[in-house]
């Protein structure tokens, strides 16, 4: 599991709603949902009303929800962790390395999506 992130844009959003770290967050400030536009990931959990730095270029470290391969396009699960694109959903990113399982931290290299 790597810890690494390059961030090329990070963006300061409020929160809100709860936000649990290394999570997609919406344009909103909510924490994504299955298949959802988001503007990046979180580096820190979040409560409503909180400020929150969002990397929203370069690469973040995200949460799988699921195994992922190396190279796999990455969405957003339900609770806005990265999973394997198939599909359907927004596109959010290219996984750097692989996750066994969900629950383990990925290098995520982000890319530019709008639903």
Do not use: C, H, Y
């Amino acid at each position: 599991m790597s810890a690494q992130s390059i961030a090329l844009l990070t963006l300061t959003i409020a929160a809100t709603g709860t936000i649990a770290a290394n999570r997609f967050v919406t344009p909103a400030g909510a924490q994504a949902g299955a298949d959802a536009n988001a503007i990046g990931a979180t580096r820190v959990a979040a409560v409503s009303g909180d400020k929150i730095p969002v990397d929203a270029l370069g690469t973040t470290v995200v949460e799988a929800g699921a195994a992922v391969a190396a190279g796999a396009t990455i969405k957003s699960d339900a609770s806005g962790r990265g999973i394997t694109w198939v599909t359907s959903g927004a596109r959010l990113g290219i996984a750097l390395e692989a996750a066994s399982g969900a629950g383990a931290l990925i290098e995520v290299m982000l890319i530019p999506n709008a639903a």
